[in-house]
């Protein structure tokens, strides 16, 4: 019999919920919590694939959730994140949901490194000291940094080789918690889990590669029993079985190398459903149905029930069973999800427009596992991103958001979870996905094992140096203010022209590959620039181009025509004076002719023979001219070829002159545009430039002041000289009106006055003071642990003993006690019996309720009713002037008091100490909840001017209520430690508070985010704190459990007036900077 | 320490071979003895019984397939090796079955059949590395021997943890005067295997009971880890998760069908419930 559940999770990692089903690691689990018990901490590295995670998830914390690892108490809070792009808001954001308390708070302490873990843990209800035994409140934390190599991976975090201040801060608050749990013995545990190929750059971080040596867990390769356990134990506890054959088969296929687990969990999870959901038992033949053996291993009998089952199969299928075995059945998978995820995406994205066709839906497919993918250092690592990226990246007008979400939705259901986030069968809404949505692939395996994703990852490394050589190019072009030199030639041009072409890159594409460290606005916005100066870099080189070919195309033609006009010129020349030559020839021939006829008629007449021989000369001067113009005619066509060269040149200099021209008026403009902005910049700078002055000069003064103060306050040298320090520093804030640092003054001025022996602590009485209260005259009144009051008088003077009052002395210790006034005053006993005083009258009442420690109580405004809280819940209301005091009103809150308020003349507000605040009307007898705040604590409450409730939690948070409206009006972060006590001063308005760390802050109601005045715990000489009061004057005065009073001033001008009265002298400059050297603070 | 030293002294049976892989079985003979194994070998005169004799002795045995059938065959060492190998593996005894050409060709194709034979007990590989193939199998042999506790017989297991010791005890006394409890508080602050402890105790047992009151956190937890090592599902003894109705979760046991939620509202009333869920688990056991 087998349950629903699959006890094979595939590719993702094993969740805490399953670890019920995770096996094979169980000796291994036992050594990290070994480490952890002896270490406090575990550095776990290994192999990608090799199964950290679920190891840490699925066995480490559900064993010791089981009280398999020795600490302190029962329970565990587990706080567990990844570094992600921000380490240390990751962790903060665990650590505050899982110990419920304010993410911004929380951050902001933990930005302040070393013990702020620690201590933010301390002060959380979880942390119980050892001595109050209360070991089932306690619960021991185990912190989880998981996927640490995120902190190398992220550009966000590591950039070329320096990490974020975030991931300094990150190591620092971890190493130091492991360093002050071990010190402290604190039942602290931190696990890192990381990938061993990133231990070098460990070497980074301070003191991180010590803490590795010291606590190094190296997951090891699993044996092949272990393996066996991982096949067979797992289908055992959900009721199911593996064949002996099947097991021995899957251990000797699977690779030894990377994957070899995910790719083995994977298998079996296909394999567990393949076998009826594990109701039958796991064998060969479902070995084979899923493409992970080859059928020769079957008998005949299940070779014929394979071939029925194959034979059903769609054909594109086939070829995933060409080649069988354990890594072919990941890439089958992923394959035939592939090829199918059109259907599916028709048949079930119902809230998607069908606008696609199938070769788009795997073009989808293929360029979100593109995005989801990237090669870092020659690693083929995962790259989360977002579907607006992706739809971004595919850039078509149909399709959108919701066309990617439902064509990817099949590698995200339960059975597939290829890709997280995965879709939860519970949750329908889980299947639309929105574009802010990150996704990521499940596992590395994926890339590895899936041979399509091979391919595509291929592509994009081919794709990744194509644009960085392209960026080279235009890079050089941009940075030489678009100098047409370097536009790209016509056949590099032709090149990445085809590269713009296949790969249709746009800004989102780019966004991928933006290591910078810059906000995701920022790169979005380079990434687009980057964009737009490509598509101009290419459209500008391919006109510079063009143009140079039309300008060639020019000059060919002219040449052209040039040659043909010469030639036809040269043609012409040359047949009038071949003409003429072949005329004298002729004529010269008739000449010899006649010349002959001459001769032969020598004697017929000499007159003809005289005209013979100047026809013989006629025909030499036409011969010698033909040859003149034949010469001239050469020269004709020299000259013709020089002054085509001529011009020519002279063109091609116009052309010159002209581009010149072009670009000097494109530079004068650019640089008269670059002027501007220059003279503007200019401008602003010597704004800003006076504005920093201004500040600097001021700071430089406070950090004078401060650096004084602290000094001071860090006792630098003799302790006159440090009441000259403080005092210098305040007349140094006076002169230049400066307030910034009055915090830190008063501090130190309290501890140089401390130092001095300045503060004179009241020491009273040797009776233990239960309570104490200062009257309008400034008479301090004591009750004691014995019930004696006693009464001294304006105590800021001489102080003497006006009165005391033995009668209600008793043999019972007084365990609480609250001055009403000078009039009145409550307590309970060791024997929690509760009684009335009044002081004036001398009468002692019983009340009315006993069995329980008053709490608190506070008297109405008429002075008529008197409302007091017990410890476990009751409430009453007395009048005090009654002789019986009987109760007016009773009412039992059923839930621990933290304080009670009387509010006008019948009305009184009650906070429980699970932070829920009741006004109680007991006339009627009314309760109305007015504030209720989950999971929180609180511990006191004060009114402030009489209309707002000032709500102490425990966590060191302070709230304020507006009384008339129920209102919050603010909050603020008033103590890192748990608050016990708060008390308002009409006369000052301080809010002062008393915390468990021993010290007492002033916070201005007036300004409640202001820096608060603080007495710390020097001060008080380290005692707790009993009780806080004012005086009419603004004078805090404290009980301490050493049974001294002491007592401070406010105002910090009353220690400068002094400091003068002592003629205590100021610090000479030169002093100062002897003093001061170069170390400002 | 977390290593293995593999002290552990094992005795390996090396079977006759096929006439192509004599060479290859003296080298790989050489590397068990250099493994610190102890290498028996037949001297090949002998009968059924007689080879059975001497394989008996060894812990497991080593076939190293070559290129005569040894499934079908009847007439070689080699066979009879491999034949009383396979009766022996009931018993415990492992048998190392070894292609070292690490593929399957026309000349031994009945290795095909071999792995179609795989039971229990029987390791299967191709490795071809003689190396990694003796380290595997020495890894496979060494299992460490346990520091065990001693366990007794009872008729329940009754585990709490340290923070409800008094309710515990006070239904543990109710209980013991109908059933035989073995009773165990679960003090987090101790060295103790409490896993290892009650994996092997409920086997005396007929039922596993986890109470709890105050140790809610704890508790499921607990429940679910020991659920996984007394066998899941498949267990033979139930557990039963008994909170107190203030805190009861029992969500996630929904589909673990060996444990048995039972929400408690009055305490005085718990050893009956119990006893009602003892006697229906004998019940079923019967039928």
Known sequence: ?1081 | MFLNLYTQQISVFLASVSPDMVNFRQTLKSILVKAGLSVIESNENGDYDTELNIMKNTDCSIHILGNSDIYNSNNSFASTHYKIAKDLRNNNYKMFLWNPLGYITENNKYINEIKRDIAENTIYSDLTSKIVFVEDLRSIMNTKSQVTSKTEKADILFIFNSLDHDTSLEIVGMLEDIQTIIKLEVDITTNTDYAEFISRQIQNCKLGIIYFDYAEDWAESFAQQIWKNIGGNSSKVPLLFVANSKHANTENFNQLKKIIPLIVNEKSILPLDIKMYYDNILENNKK
């Open chain 1, 1 to 1081: 019999m087998t349950t629903d559940l699959c006890p094979y999770p595939g590719l993702r990692p094993f969740t805490e919920h399953e670890s019920i089903f995770f096996k094979g690691r169980d000796l291994h689990i036992r050594q990290i919590i070994k480490l952890l018990e002896e270490n406090k901490m575990a550095f776990i590295t290994g192999a990608s694939g090799d199964g950290k995670s679920s190891m840490v998830y699925a066995g480490v914390v559900p064993n010791i959730r089981a009280g398999f690892c020795k600490s302190t108490f029962n329970s565990w809070i587990v706080v567990d994140f990844k570094p992600q792009k921000n380490p240390l808001y990751s962790l903060s954001e665990s650590f505050s949901e899982n110990l419920n308390c304010d993410n911004q708070k929380t951050l902001n302490e933990l930005k302040l490194g070393f013990s702020s873990l620690v201590d933010l843990y301390k002060n959380s209800d979880y942390f119980v000291n050892q001595g109050e035994n209360i070991s089932n409140r306690g619960k021991n934390l185990l912190i989880i940094a998981d996927q640490f190599e995120e902190i190398f991976t992220n550009s966000e975090n590591f950039n070329n080789g320096i990490p974020s201040e975030e991931s300094y801060t990150t190591i620092n608050l971890l190493l130091e918690t492991i360093r002050i749990s071990i010190i402290e013995k604190l039942p602290i545990y931190v696990i890192f889990t990381m990938r061993s190929d990133f231990i070098s750059q460990c070497t980074v971080f301070k003191n991180l590669p010590e803490y590795i040596a010291y606590s190094q867990f190296f997951v090891p390769q699993l044996k092949r029993t272990e393996i066996r356990q991982v096949i067979e134990q797992p289908a055992i506890l959900a009721g199911g079985s593996v064949s002996s054959r099947l097991t021995e088969i899957i251990i000797n296929n699977l690779n030894s190398s990377f994957d070899q687990l995910p790719v083995l969990q994977h298998a079996l999870n296909l394999l567990w459903k393949m076998a009826d959901n594990g109701k039958k038992q796991l064998d060969l033949i479902h070995l084979a149905k899923i493409a992970g053996i080859s059928t020769d291993v079957l008998s005949n009998e299940e070779l014929d029930d394979f071939n029925q089952w194959f034979c059903q199969l769609p054909d594109y299928q086939y070829k995933y069973f060409e080649n069988p075995s354990i890594n072919n059945v990941l890439n089958a998978h992923a394959g035939i999800l592939y090829e199918s995820a059109y259907n599916y995406f028709l048949e079930n994205a119902v809230w998607a427009e069908k606008s696609i066709n199938p070769d788009e839906s795997k073009e989808i497919i293929e360029t979100v596992f593109k995005s989801l993918t990237k090669v870092d250092n020659n690693r083929q690592v995962r790259n989360r991103c977002s579907i607006n990226e992706i739809t971004g990246i595919i850039n078509k007008d149909n399709i959108t958001n919701a066309t990617v979400c439902g064509v990817i939705n099949i590698f995200r259901t339960p059975e597939n979870s290829l890709i997280q986030p995965f879709i939860d069968p519970n949750r329908i809404d889980t299947q639309y996905l929105s574009g802010d949505t990150i996704l990521d692939v499940t596992h590395e395996a994926l890339l590895r094992n899936w041979q399509r994703l091979t391919v595509w990852q291929e592509e994009e490394v081919t794709f990744l140096k194509d644009y960085h050589d392209f960026s080279t190019q235009m890079n050089r072009w941009l940075n030489s203010d678009c100098n047409p030199k370097y536009l790209l030639s016509s056949g590099i041009y032709t090149y990445f022209n085809n590269w713009y072409i296949i790969s249709k890159p746009n800004q989102y594409r780019f966004l991928k590959y933006d290591n910078s460290q810059s906000s995701a606005r920022k790169k979005l916005r380079d990434a687009q620039t980057q964009y737009e100066n490509c598509q101009d870099f290419l459209e500008i080189s391919e006109e510079a181009i063009q143009t140079q070919e039309r300008s060639k195309r020019r000059k060919i033609t002219i040449a052209m025509f040039s040659l043909t006009a010469f030639v036809i010129a040269l043609i012409i020349v040359s047949s009038w004076a071949l003409s003429e030559k072949q005329n004298a020839e002729e004529k010269s021939i008739y000449a010899q002719q006649q010349a002959d006829s001459a001769n032969r008629q020598k004697l017929i007449a000499e007159n003809s023979q005289r005209m013979a021989e100047r026809a013989n000369n006629d025909a030499k001067f036409q011969r010698d001219t033909a040859r003149i113009l034949a010469l001239q005619a050469q020269k004709a066509q020299k000259e013709s070829e020089r002054a085509r060269r001529l011009a020519e040149h002279r063109r091609d200099e116009a052309d010159s002159l002209r581009e010149l021209a072009m670009n000097n008026l494109g530079n004068a403009e650019f640089e008269r545009m670059v002027a501007n902005d220059a003279r503007e910049i200019a401008e602003q700078q010597k704004l800003l430039a006076q504005s920093a002055h201004d500040s600097v000069s001021k700071y430089y003064k406070i950090a004078i002041s401060n650096t004084l103060a602290m000094k001071a306050k860090g006792q630098y040298g003799d302790k006159k000289m440090n009441l000259r320090m403080v005092y210098t520093a305040y007349l140094y804030n006076k002169n230049n009106n400066i307030s910034h640092n009055d915090a830190e003054l008063f501090e130190a001025m309290l501890y140089t006055f401390d130092n001095n022996n300045l503060f004179k602590p009241l020491k009273v009485t040797n009776e233990p003071i239960s309570s104490f209260y200062i009257d309008l005259n400034n008479n301090l009144w004591i009750f004691t642990e014995n019930a004696q009051i006693i009464e001294y008088n304006n105590i800021s003077k001489r102080i003497h003993e006006i009165q005391r009052i033995n009668q209600f002395i008793s043999k019972e210790i007084v365990k609480k006690s609250i001055f009403i006034s000078s009039k009145y005053l409550v307590y309970t006993n060791t024997e929690n019996s509760s009684y009335f005083i009044d002081i004036d009258k001398q009468e002692k009442t019983k009340l009315d309720i006993q069995g329980d420690i008053i709490k608190s109580a506070s008297i109405s405004s008429d002075g008529n009713s008197l409302a007091i809280a017990y410890q476990n819940g009751k409430c009453l209301v007395i009048d005090p002037q009654d002789p019986d005091r009987k109760p007016i009103a009773f009412y039992n809150v059923k839930n621990s008091i933290a304080s009670i308020y009387s509010y006008g003349r019948n009305e009184a507000y009650i906070l429980t100490a699970n932070a829920i605040l009741l006004k109680w009307n007991y006339t009627n007898n009314k309760i109305i909840e007015i504030f209720h705040q989950n999971n929180m604590k609180t511990v006191d409450m004060a009114a402030i001017n009489n209309k707002q409730l000032a709500i102490c939690f425990s966590n060191g948070n302070i709230q304020y209520l507006n009384i008339s409206t129920g209102t919050k009006d603010g909050d603020n972060l008033a103590s890192h430690s748990k608050i016990n006590k708060i008390v308002f001063d009409e006369k000052t308005k301080y809010i002062a508070i008393a915390s468990s760390d021993n010290r007492i802050s002033l916070i201005n109601s007036k300004d409640i985010i202001a820096k608060p005045f603080q007495i710390d715990d020097m001060c008080l000489h380290n005692f707790p704190i009993k009780e806080i009061n004012f005086n009419s004057e603004g004078i805090v005065f404290v009980l301490t459990e050493e049974n001294f009073i002491r007592y401070w001033n406010t105002d910090i001008n009353h220690y400068a007036d002094e400091l003068n009265n002592m003629k205590i002298s100021e610090l000479s400059e030169k002093e100062i900077n002897l003093i001061i050297g170069n170390n400002l603070y």
